[in-house]
């Protein structure tokens, strides 16, 4: 996100307006190399020069200052942002990342203006759905971690852990780590804050009884950023890497970010999308 904020404000600083409109922020978001946006700008054959033509013509009277940018921002963009952030909550995330942004973008009267059916569901499918990443292990160093209040669950916290994801994330995962009890040696880890309360699990071979695959993972909403859901990833990843697995997958990862700077994790590709159709 950061990138694509100093990347929009060039496209801005082109313009003679110095105003920055939603063009901008798409032109941004195409010339992003990493991650969900370096594959939608393979599968995508646009004319980055003809946009940028267009932005230049672009204006908006109705003008707002934005805490994200440095130059006056069109209402357009004012309302992306604001419907990104909605997005974010809904999810009960902490970050602001390019899946929020790109389903915002989306449903604007610019996408719909410069972009066909088929590029607007390319980058709906491709970056604002989850996706799988896939870590290596081969190579994989144990960290030192910022927590130590983690340790593997044991049958003894069966009603508690259970009680805790039913409450904070959902039925199903909880049914998931009932099933990971029935485990000999139940593949997950537990969280605690200083008042030996659950603040977050995760888990690996659990869910669907697949192996090599890590999660679910969760942390409550308070306790985000505070390296809890770093050091849970890293225990399960060291008894992966122990077991003899060269590869963890992630499944429905997100935020996707917050894998590829823990543990190196990439995104799994996708499939041809180019010739889905559009009804």
């Known amino acids: ?7 929009a404000e060039e496209e801005a600083f082109l313009s003679e307006s110095r105003v920055l409109t939603a ?14 946006l370096g594959e939608i700008s393979l599968k995508m054959n646009m004319d980055l020069s003809s946009l940028r033509e267009h932005a230049r013509d672009e204006n908006d009277d109705d003008l707002h200052q934005s805490p994200f940018f440095r130059v006056p921002v069109s209402n357009e963009v004012n309302a ?6 909605k997005t974010m909550k809904r999810y009960n995330q902490v970050y602001l990342n390019e ?3 790109l389903k915002a973008l989306m449903n604007t009267e610019t996408a719909a203006r410069y972009l066909t059916d088929c590029n607007r569901k390319i980058i709906l499918d491709l970056g604002t759905t989850s996706r799988d990443m896939i870590a290596n292990l081969d190579l994989y160093i144990f960290p030192e971690l910022p927590l130590q209040n983690i340790r593997r669950v044991n049958h003894n916290d069966f009603d ?3 009680y805790y994801v039913e409450e904070h994330f959902s039925s199903d995962w909880a049914q998931t780590v009932r099933e990971g009890f029935l485990l000999s040696i139940p593949s997950m ?3 605690f804050d200083n008042d030996g309360e659950i603040v977050g699990f995760a888990a690996f071979d659990i869910y669907k009884g697949k192996k090599g695959y890590f999660g679910p993972m969760g942390v409550s909403h308070s306790d985000r950023s505070k390296g809890y859901g770093y050091s849970l990833l890293h225990h399960c990843l060291k008894d992966m890497k122990d077991i003899g697995y060269a590869y963890a997958i992630i499944g429905g990862a997100g935020p996707l970010e917050f894998y590829e700077k823990a543990c190196g994790a990439v995104i799994i590709p996708k499939g041809d999308l180019t010739k889905v159709n559009i009804i």
């Open 1 to 7: 996100m950061a990138r694509i904020i100093a990347a």
């Open 23 to 36: 063009l901008d922020i798409l032109l941004a978001c195409l010339q992003e190399k990493s991650g969900v």
């Open 80 to 85: 992306i942002f604001n419907a990104a952030a």
């Open 99 to 101: 899946g929020h942004l």
């Open 160 to 162: 508690q852990l259970v």
């Open 189 to 191: 880890y537990i969280a």
